[in-house]
């Protein structure tokens, strides 16, 4: 499967942005898919994920309460709406599939995207 993540930009801190991570090639309601982040310098992080079915969703601690993530499998897409964006979650976004269910660990994801860069500004 090919994921495409968009969104990302210049938000003041407070504020609000809507990623997506577009899927196509394979039947997108097999895959559970996450999101994950990476700061400069930093290692790649877990942010969220969710099922394949949706029913399922799991965060960080650092955005439970202000990050959502859904999807919607008609359009192949997950979203990530991002509230009460903070500096600390500036980094590039990146969407990944694995076919089975929901994890943390970016190395059970075999397929990801080219990621999206978000500023939070101060």
């Known amino acids: 499967v090919q994921l495409q993540a968009s969104g990302g930009g210049l938000v003041q801190a407070g504020g609000s942005l809507r990623l997506s991570c577009a899927a196509s090639?394979?039947?997108?309601?097999?895959?559970?898919v996450g999101w994950f982040r990476q700061a400069p310098g930093k290692e790649r992080d877990f942010v969220a994920a969710?099922?394949?079915?949706?029913?399922?969703?799991d965060y960080a601690d650092s955005v439970k309460g202000r990050f959502t993530i859904s999807r919607d499998n008609a359009k192949n897409t997950v979203y990530l709406q991002m509230n009460s964006l903070k500096p600390e979650d500036t980094a590039v976004y990146y969407c990944?599939?694995?076919?089975?269910?929901?994890?943390?660990?970016?190395?059970?994801?075999?397929?990801w995207g080219q990621g999206t860069l978000v500023t939070v500004s101060s």
């Open positions: 090639g394979r039947t997108f309601s097999d895959y559970a």
């Open positions: 969710i099922s394949r079915s949706g029913r399922i969703t």
């Open positions: 990944a599939s694995r076919s089975i269910g929901t994890s943390r660990s970016l190395n059970a994801y075999n397929y």
